[in-house]
């Protein structure tokens, strides 16, 4: 089983559409980091969180400690945000292991 | 511009003949780090750097070698590349604060190993 586990691999949305992707993680963290990657390849951090929720412009994240669940959400979605949303975990020790990654693909 | 720099971005050898990717970072960021992406199996770390001089193996290190000689460069050796090392490769660079910022991305380099 994987430490981090991302959910769904794939997704298909709408443009205007709320979307949500999850992961899961069953090791003890320093951070959580939600990263983007568009088809050209370069990746983009797009949070780093510690406890509770973050928000930059339509992409909010939340992180339960306890439940060692997190949540990134983008709100009206556009064929723009089409892209790879991948969930990092900072161990302790400072390496660093990723989920696999989800495929957005917003339709116009 | 804060960015990290690698060179070369493309790349095909052959078997056995050493190589180095270099990556460089211009924000004075204690944290380095090189990763390595596959189809299927996502981006994994090979080596990470606290700081001058401090380097940890990650994930998957056999095959690579690392220095971290000056903050700013943190170059991955591979003394004699396989073919099971084609891959897209990152170098990423952060700030060593409390909880580990953000991490600052390279352009990537794809290597192919014949």
């Known amino acids: 089983k994987n430490e981090v586990e991302q959910s769904p691999q794939n997704l298909t949305a709408q443009e205007g559409e709320f979307i949500t992707i999850n992961c899961s993680y069953s090791?003890?963290?320093?951070?959580l980091h939600w990263l983007q990657q568009h088809p050209g390849g370069g990746i983009v951090s797009l949070f780093m969180?510690?406890?509770g929720k973050k928000k930059h412009g339509r992409l909010i994240a939340t992180i339960n400690i306890q439940e060692k669940h997190s949540s990134l959400h983008i709100t009206a979605s556009h064929p723009r945000d089409s892209a790879v949303y991948i969930c990092?975990?900072?161990?302790?020790?400072?390496?660093?292991?990723f989920g696999k990654g989800t495929k957005l693909s917003v339709k116009p | 511009e804060a960015q990290v720099t690698q060179n070369p971005r493309y790349l095909i050898t052959v078997t056995g003949k050493k190589l180095t990717v270099t990556c460089s970072q211009n924000m004075n960021h204690e944290y380095m780090s090189w990763y390595r992406q596959d189809p299927g199996l996502g981006l994994r770390q090979i080596y990470y750097?606290?700081?001058?001089?401090?380097?940890d193996k990650g994930d998957v290190p056999e095959g690579y070698k690392v220095s971290r000689k000056e903050k700013r460069n943190f170059p991955l050796i591979l003394e004699s590349p396989s073919p099971n090392q084609t891959s897209l490769y990152f170098c990423?660079?952060?700030?060593?604060?409390?909880?580990?910022?953000?991490?600052?991305f390279g352009p990537g380099t794809r290597l192919t190993v014949l």
């Open positions: 969180l510690s406890s």
């Open positions: 990423a660079s952060s700030v060593r604060g409390q909880y580990y910022n953000e991490q600052f």
């Open positions: 750097s606290m700081n001058v001089e401090v380097t």
């Open positions: 090791v003890g963290i320093s951070a």
């Open positions: 990092a975990v900072t161990r302790s020790q400072g390496n660093l292991i």
